[in-house]
């Protein structure tokens, strides 16, 4: 048990109201059978649509919230505010962090602050501005909301025809919609976990995409990890996650989200501040292979747990 969080009641708080709800549930699940095997005081408290959420925080008695909660409302500075403001610790990063990360054309705006390559992107004002900027980016292109996670209201266009279904999709769901520039080559992840880069996963999945279906419904997306990339490009890779990281802000663990180049060349999507914890997701993988087992990456997790205002 951690030695720091010893007696305390720790809360997992999961669930939520965004649309990762459901992949919340799953990662809150495990994280919580995670502590009870260490012997940890550790409640699940699962927040519902309509329901008082600090109520529902101060009926649990947790003293500690191990944040289990995925996307809008969870992810994005919103809880970790209330949490500050109850004065109770939660583990990841703190409300401004949350928020840049998941408010891609802030988080975009850093980057190239900071000079962390990012594809390029736009944030059209409208349909006509929309179809010029993906002319100018050249198809294919990305379009996505601006506020989502788990790939949700992402769709990658080949030609101008399918844009203005990409465009309704995105104009579905959180912020505004952004369209940034296609980049070929693989899908890879970095994980970062007490401010130093633990690893990366190079992620196949069958479809060529990896859109909601293939991160937590299909079962044939393949995962190498390590990623298999030459030292070099590996090092890159690792150097440009902790930066993004860090440019944001980040606190405990994240996980960088990266396309990487047949020549490779590495390009920063975005930054996760509360990545998956199911027994699908990438930090516990990249985890297993650098030695650290599922219930003790939940615990040096819950040691990170601090108040960040």
């Known amino acids: 048990m951690s030695g720091a969080m010893k007696g305390k009641r720790i809360g997992v708080l999961m669930g939520g109201i965004s649309s990762e ?3 919340s549930l799953n990662t809150g699940a495990c ?7 260490r012997d940890h005081d550790a409640v699940a408290i699962d927040w519902k649509e309509r329901t008082d959420l600090t109520a529902l925080l101060r009926q649990s008695g947790a003293e500690v919230i191990w944040l289990a909660l995925h996307g809008t409302y969870g992810e994005d500075g919103c809880v970790q505010g209330l949490l500050e403001t109850l004065q109770i610790p939660y583990t990841g990063s703190g409300v401004a962090a949350s928020a840049a990360a998941m408010e891609k054309t802030l988080s975009k705006k850093i980057f190239e602050r900071e000079g962390i390559p990012t594809p390029p992107w736009v944030a059209p004002a409208d349909e006509q501005a929309a179809r010029a900027a993906a002319r100018g980016l050249r198809y294919p292109v990305v379009v996505k909301p601006s506020r989502e996670g788990s790939s949700v209201g992402v769709t990658i266009v080949k030609e101008e025809a399918g844009l203005a279904a990409a465009l309704e999709e995105a104009a579905r769901c959180h912020g505004v919609t952004i369209i940034e520039r296609y980049i070929p080559g693989h899908e890879t992840s970095v994980a970062i976990l007490d401010d130093a ?9 069958k479809s060529g995409f990896y859109d909601y279906s293939a991160k937590y419904l ?3 997306t393949e995962y190498l990890v390590p990623a ?4 070099a490009v590996e090092l890159t890779m690792r150097e440009a996650g902790l930066a993004a990281h860090r440019a ?4 405990g663990h994240s996980r960088v989200d990266m396309r990487v180049t047949e020549q490779g060349e590495v390009w920063v999507l975005e930054v996760n501040t509360l990545p998956g914890m199911t027994e699908r997701s990438l930090l516990p993988k990249i985890a297993r292979h650098a030695g650290l087992d599922y219930e003790t990456l939940v615990e040096r997790i819950l040691a990170s747990a601090t108040l960040r205002a």
């Open 248 to 251: 944001l802000g980040c606190n």
């Open 197 to 205: 880069a633990l690893g990366s996963v190079d992620i196949r999945p």
């Open 228 to 231: 298999s990339f030459a030292t």
């Open 21 to 23: 709800r459901e992949v």
């Open 218 to 220: 299909s079962g044939d």
């Open 31 to 37: 994280v919580h059978k995670a502590l009870l095997a």
